[in-house]
């Protein structure tokens, strides 16, 4: 489908990468400067499942979150959908998206989310035993709303 395949340009998005692990959605959005810090499987550990790298410039101001999707209402959003290690689904059937998320591969999906409100985000493959509690959230907001999230988020970027 044409309108699928025609993504909107990343500056007039917000763009957010996902990386699905067993059992958790892991939410990298990259801080002012628009742009993501690098990442290092090296450094990958449970406070810091992505392995993001805060000494890397770009890092800096990056927000990470577990569980949590936050979108602004009526701004096109890009997700740039990866797997750390089986095949989970992403669905978010409020906003008619699904996509899977396949180990080594990122899948680039976008939408623009039409409606206020906060919905589950349930993994929509069985990825292993404990697939039933692969649950996150998801959250689409004003801009306002979203712009005072992204503040108070930014707040709790561990120091370097």
């Not at 340009?9 to 810090?37: K, T």
């Not at 998801?138 to 992204?150: N, S, V």
């Amino acid at each position: 489908n044409a309108r699928v395949a025609a993504f909107p340009a990343e500056s007039e998005s917000v763009v957010v990468r996902v990386v699905a692990e067993q059992f958790a959605w892991n939410m990298h959005y990259p801080g002012q400067d628009g742009l993501f810090g690098k990442t290092d499987i090296r450094l990958v550990s449970s406070e810091n499942p992505l392995g993001l790298d805060r000494s890397d410039p770009d890092a800096k101001d990056d927000l990470t979150t577990i569980n949590q999707l936050n979108l602004p209402v009526n701004k096109p959003a890009i997700v740039h959908l990866s797997s750390k290690d089986v095949i989970h689904s992403l669905a978010l059937p409020e906003m008619r998206v699904k996509q899977e998320a396949i180990p080594g591969k990122v899948q680039n999906l976008w939408y623009e989310p039409t409606s206020t409100g906060g919905w589950e985000i349930p993994c929509a493959q069985l990825c292993g035993l404990g697939h039933y509690r692969m649950r996150g959230f998801y959250t689409i907001q004003t801009q306002a709303e979203f712009d005072a999230w992204k503040l108070a988020e930014a707040q709790n970027i561990p120091a370097s």
